[in-house]
């Protein structure tokens, strides 16, 4: 197979674009120090960008207020979309980040459309539930896609980490805007190339590659992102605790590798079991929360609790 052509530019609302301030950075290949391409280097103004398409898809419906099943089905085909087209993401893994190209097709590949797959196939199989109550009351417990997902993820196994956050996001409904290491991006960009033929609608997946104080802190901080998800280090993970805090006052939920985040409304009494190892997270507001973890997780689903008296 020949070496592919990269496009470095960011993913923002189905469209491939360069940033806002027409800044690049080298994609340097760690195999033979071969200049791969010229990526995006974005900043703030991007991930606004990108974070108001996501809101404008999560809002209208065009994903969040499709039928679960047909999420599956769109689902299902993007894993198909990454098999098909095994060899090239493998050998983009092998060129962006140095990973041996058969390990990258036999693990990586197949280990992200696995993933994509699965969730795929959980999302329709999760049900609501109604709350032991008085008979003159009646409480349900519905399960609900979180809003806007931000998702920032290291520079080795880029593509699996990847699938691991977006599969359960995009599953439940959420719109995501994926910030992947400014070392290996051009997996991640193509990823969202795949999501659009298979269906996902522009504005869902958004990618937007760059540097972290200039587009992972911008999108951390943002007040239109109900959700982080990260996979990295202790010290950047404890900063993406501090900005999220500094955020929004809805349900924010903090990832770091092996570890499940879960929000809960502590003033309605709302617990979900955790397994062990599991790290809970409580606020004193309107019951909005993210669970997510390991790829043979819970699918990424919001339990919203509405009850109301009966007559």
């Keep these: 197979m020949t070496d592919p052509t990269f496009d470095g530019r ?15 950075f080298d994609c340097v290949s760690p195999v033979d120090g071969r200049l791969l391409t010229a990526v995006a280097r974005c900043g703030e103004a991007d991930i606004d ?43 983009t893994e092998t060129l962006d980040m140095g990973k041996p ?45 979180v809003g806007v997902v931000g998702v920032i993820v290291p520079w080795n196994y880029p593509m699996i980490m990847a699938a691991w956050k977006i599969a359960p996001a995009l599953a439940a409904g959420n719109s995501v805007v994926l910030k992947p290491s400014e070392k290996s991006p051009l997996t991640a960009l193509r990823l969202a190339e795949l999501a659009l033929a298979a ?33 990295g280090s202790t010290r950047v993970g404890k900063q993406i605790h501090v900005m999220a805090g500094q955020s929004n006052r809805m349900a924010r939920a903090l990832l770091l590798t092996s570890i499940t985040g879960v929000r809960a ?9 955790l397994t062990p190892g599991d790290t809970p997270i ?30």
């Design 10 to 24: 960011a993913f923002i609302n189905g469209e491939r674009i360069a940033a806002r301030d027409g800044q690049t």
């Design 49 to 91: 960008a990108a974070v108001a398409a996501a809101r404008t898809a999560f809002e209208d419906g065009r994903w969040s207020g499709m039928a679960p099943a047909q999420r599956k089905r769109v689902m299902i085909k993007f894993a198909e979309q990454l098999l098909a087209h095994a060899d090239e993401l493998a050998l």
């Design 101 to 145: 190209i058969r390990y990258a097709k036999s693990v990586d590949v197949n280990s992200a459309a696995n993933c994509i797959r699965w969730y795929g196939e959980a999302v329709d199989k999760v049900y609501d539930e109604i709350a032991p109550t008085p008979r003159t009351a009646l409480a349900l417990i519905t399960r609900e896609p």
């Design 199 to 231: 269906g996902i609608p522009p504005g869902v997946f958004n990618v937007v590659p760059g540097y972290g104080p200039e587009a992972g802190s911008p999108l951390a901080l943002h007040m239109d992102v109900d959700c982080i998800a990260f996979t």
């Design 265 to 273: 409304d502590t003033s309605l009494s709302i617990r979900m079991r």
């Design 282 to 311: 409580t606020r004193p507001t309107r019951p909005r929360s993210l669970i997510t973890g390991w790829p043979m997780a819970t699918p990424l689903l919001v339990p919203t609790l509405a009850s109301c008296a009966r007559r």
